[in-house]
């Protein structure tokens, strides 16, 4: 799977029927609801404090750091949040759903990279951009 930088998309939450465990997220990039669940982000943060604690649990191990609240990564830019990593079958990149405390109440929302168009596409703008006739 190709890495990406995880962007600031955000995302209106979606679901769909399900398979009988009730409703199923759908991805908020391609519509896809075959997702999987991975790492979970706690952010721990007194409000408006300079740090924040972030526990991460994966593969069933857990850490925690104290870091700079600016450089967190927090759904929340004043108290508490939560983030769970997704990877979607359908497309690929970083997938985050969010739930932020802000002002007494409580949001949720998704981060993720944008879609990437397919190579062929990325190869042709590159080549209309430089103006570079060669057939690769
Ligand atoms: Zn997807």
Request: net charge neutral; aromatic share 6%.
């Amino acid at each position: 799977m190709m890495k990406q930088a995880l962007s600031v998309f955000c995302g209106e939450l979606r679901l769909s029927v399900g398979y009988g465990l009730g409703p199923a997220l759908i991805c908020p990039r391609c519509g896809s609801d075959y997702l999987h669940s991975g790492a979970v982000k706690v952010y721990d943060r007194e409000e408006d404090a300079a740090e924040t604690s972030v526990t991460t649990v994966n593969h069933g191990l857990a850490a925690t750091h104290v870091v700079e609240s600016s450089k967190a990564g927090n759904p929340s830019s004043r108290r508490q949040g939560i983030a769970v990593a997704f990877e979607c079958e359908e497309c690929e990149g970083p997938l985050e759903l969010l739930i932020a405390q802000h002002k007494g109440g409580t949001f949720v929302t998704w981060r993720y990279a944008p879609r990437q168009p397919p190579r062929a596409v990325i190869d042709t703008l590159e080549l209309a951009v430089s103006g570079d006739r060669k057939v690769r």
